[in-house]
């Protein structure tokens, strides 16, 4: 065997390895899923009798069609205004900004360095002085100014790389900046745009802290915040809670293996063109 085929081997091997330690943990939350209700699940081990009503029973008592709902209306109003928002600055810091207000960036690569625990508190406080609390609009509006940071950075790397050329010839046929950000450089930045919504899409879906902190109503929560009282409520039972959590997290994986290939040729567009 050469050394290609042993490179080959292990490069494959690392990957099988990979893919069993991402796995483990779904295998073993479906596994205790689907034993009795009220039994406590031993490790990853399939039951004799597999309970596949635990997840309709899960959907049932933790009002998921409610908190779909919700969840939705929430990613409707993070994702599209945060995506349309970083779009215009990530362009705008690109090919609008001179030298003298290239600081500007700055603020934005610090956005990057603060977690949400971080800012939690005083957020609390400004949420409740706006009379936002225990609304959905106090996790919309705090998701949209928290994504601003990544957003707009992730968009400036795309329109830093679209050549300059292509704004000069749109100049010349007597484009305004506002018509060729619309006709140009949007159409070139769809691949970019569509993995920046999923991204924001999965963080909006998954987001737990603020949901728990500002809003008191679990079905005005995301579904992953909606899990806190679930889990208050029904955490002794182990197999419903790990039912719950399956068809919580089925969404996103859905989403994800529905757009895997545009979000992989966006990443290596970045890649390769950084």
């Known amino acids: 065997m050469n050394s290609s085929s042993a490179n080959t081997l292990i490069a494959r091997g690392l990957i099988v390895l990979l893919m069993v330690i991402t796995l483990l943990p ?4 479906l596994s205790a899923a689907l034993a009795p209700q009220g039994s406590y699940p031993n490790g990853l081990q399939w039951p004799s009798d597999p309970q596949w009503s635990n997840f309709a029973r899960a ?6 069609d409610q908190l779909l709902f919700s969840s939705m209306l929430i990613v409707l109003g993070v994702v599209p205004i945060s995506v349309l928002v970083a779009t215009m600055g990530g362009y705008g810091l690109a090919k609008l900004t001179s030298d003298k207000y290239k600081w500007l960036y700055l603020v934005f690569v610090f956005g990057l ?28 509006l705090p998701l949209i100014g928290l994504y601003m940071p990544f957003g707009v950075y992730w968009m400036r790397a795309h329109f830093l790389n679209v050549p300059q050329d292509l704004s000069e010839a749109a100049q010349i046929d007597g484009a305004t900046r506002w ?3 619309w006709h140009v450089q949007v159409p070139l930045a769809r691949p970019a745009i569509m993995s920046l919504t999923i991204l924001l899409f999965l963080w909006t879906w998954n987001q737990f802290l603020l ?15 909606a899990l806190g009282a679930f889990q208050g409520q029904w955490g002794t039972d182990i197999p419903l809670l790990c039912a719950g959590s399956l068809l ?3 969404p996103t994986v859905v989403l994800f293996l529905i757009f895997q290939r545009q979000f992989v040729a966006a990443l290596m567009q970045g890649a390769v063109k950084g």
């Open 26 to 29: 779904f295998l073993s939350m």
């Open 59 to 64: 959907f049932e008592v933790a009002k998921m």
């Open 113 to 140: 360095t603060l977690p949400f625990e971080a800012v939690i508190t005083p957020l609390y406080y400004e949420v409740r002085a706006m009379g936002l609390l225990n609304t959905r609009f106090a996790i919309i």
């Open 179 to 181: 018509t060729e950000f």
């Open 211 to 225: 949901p728990v902190v500002l809003v008191q109503d679990p079905m005005q929560r995301t579904m992953a915040g």
């Open 248 to 250: 919580i997290l089925t």
